[in-house]
């Protein structure tokens, strides 16, 4: 693959990208049309049960798809789903050739690149590594695990904490990183925060601004037992539009412990209880994680604050780890951010200045990269 063929596929690629928070379950996936040196066609799949990328960038290429080299981030489908398969579209338009930069680890719909070859398509592909497949599309390629695929969002001062006092909210990023986080919620099935975090900070912990979700992230408290809800509710702002458990706005789960399941069901009139093995110190992370996948969560956004970060850290349970990093210091006293240890992680990304904030993303490595 030479120079063009690279730039091309990246195109392809970020043109996935789009289909963020409208395509989950399916992967995010664009497709690049070219002709001699001309992109004739681009596309990429807009929305779950909607046509893929192939058929898009296939469609705006029309007649000149014919003998033309087709670039797409994911190698094309070729089973019959919500959709036809797209190894049959492309041969039917008559793409002579078709570059794809990561396998499809389907059981049905992986395989394409063999069919197509059959057809006599030329194939070139895989070209991404699965370590770039995974960052690409992380909740796509991580289904064959028993937990959700987990992210930890922690913003962060220039000395590494979270918050002035662990009872007073420390407001750190900005309007840009802000409508980033909104992005980064959109594409997820749950939020999670500690009680700790809804006590301090009252969290709406919904997707606002330019960003609408196919499915709203359903929103999960980790409930330490101390009464919170109780509170909450009496004080009558629990309800209040806007608030965390605002009837309108979308569910609210309590996760407790196995033997405090009946009595905080009692409690949490209209609330959805799930019990989940724990002791003294609180819930088991991975037996809450393992819990929420048994629910039908794919994808877990942690914005739990230090306590719910660190539990997650210590017990090796996330899976990319972003930090928002505000140009401001807390100073003595602060709330220190969970510690990590770099020699783990791998950048998944570019870091990224939002306004005076750094993103970085780092994606967790596994036993093979460390050593």
């Known amino acids: ?29 664009g ?53 036809p398969p797209c190894t049959d579209a492309l041969v039917a338009a008559g793409v002579a050739r078709v570059v794809f930069g990561a396998k499809d680890p389907g059981e049905h719909s992986g395989g394409g ?31 064959a695990t028993d937990r959700p695929w987990t ?26 990183a802000w409508a980033r986080v909104h992005r980064l919620r959109s594409g997820m099935d749950a939020i999670l925060v500690g009680a700790g975090t809804v006590r301090a ?29 109780r509170r909450a509710r009496a004080s009558g702002l629990a309800d209040s539009p806007g608030s965390l458990l605002d009837p309108e706005a979308p569910p609210v789960w309590v996760a407790v412990r196995e033997d405090r399941a009946e009595a ?18 609180g819930l088991d992370p991975r037996a809450l994680l393992c819990r929420l996948r048994e629910e039908k969560i794919d994808r877990l956004l942690c914005e739990g604050g230090a306590g ?15 930090l928002v990093t505000a140009p401001v210091s807390l100073g003595p006293g602060a709330v220190s951010a969970p510690p990590f240890a770099e ?8 870091p990224m200045r939002l306004g005076a904030d750094i993103w970085c993303e780092w994606d967790h490595c596994d036993e093979t990269e460390v050593g």
């Open 201 to 229: 900070d009252a969290p709406r912990l919904t997707v606002r601004g330019d960003f609408e979700p196919r499915t709203p992230p359903i929103r999960v408290v980790v409930d330490p037992g101390d009464g919170w809800f």
């Open 113 to 143: 690149a063999g069919a197509l070859r059959e057809a006599g398509v030329r194939v070139t592909g895989p070209m991404y590594s699965d370590v770039e497949a995974r960052a690409i599309n992380p909740g796509f390629f991580h289904r």
């Open 31 to 83: 497709c690049v049309v070219v002709a001699g040196d001309e992109v004739v066609g681009e596309g990429w799949h807009r929305e779950f049960g909607g046509p893929h990328a192939e058929v898009e960038a296939l469609r705006a290429a029309g007649e000149r798809a014919r003998g033309a080299t087709a670039f797409v981030s994911l190698e094309p489908c070729r089973h019959e789903g919500k959709t």
């Open 343 to 350: 020699a783990q992680w791998r950048p998944a990304r570019d």
């Open 264 to 281: 905080r069901s009692q409690e949490m009139e209209g609330i959805r209880v799930l019990p989940v093995p724990g002791d003294r110190t």
């Open 151 to 176: 992210v930890l969002k922690l913003a962060i001062s220039l000395d590494a904490a979270v918050s002035r006092s662990a009872d007073r909210p420390t407001p750190l990023s900005g309007p840009e």
């Open 308 to 322: 719910w970060g660190r539990a997650l850290l210590d017990a090796s349970l996330v899976d990319r780890l972003i």
């Open 1 to 29: 693959m030479d120079g063009e063929d690279a730039r091309h596929l990246d195109r392809a690629r970020v043109l996935g990208e789009r289909g963020w928070g409208r395509v989950h379950p399916n992967p995010m996936v």
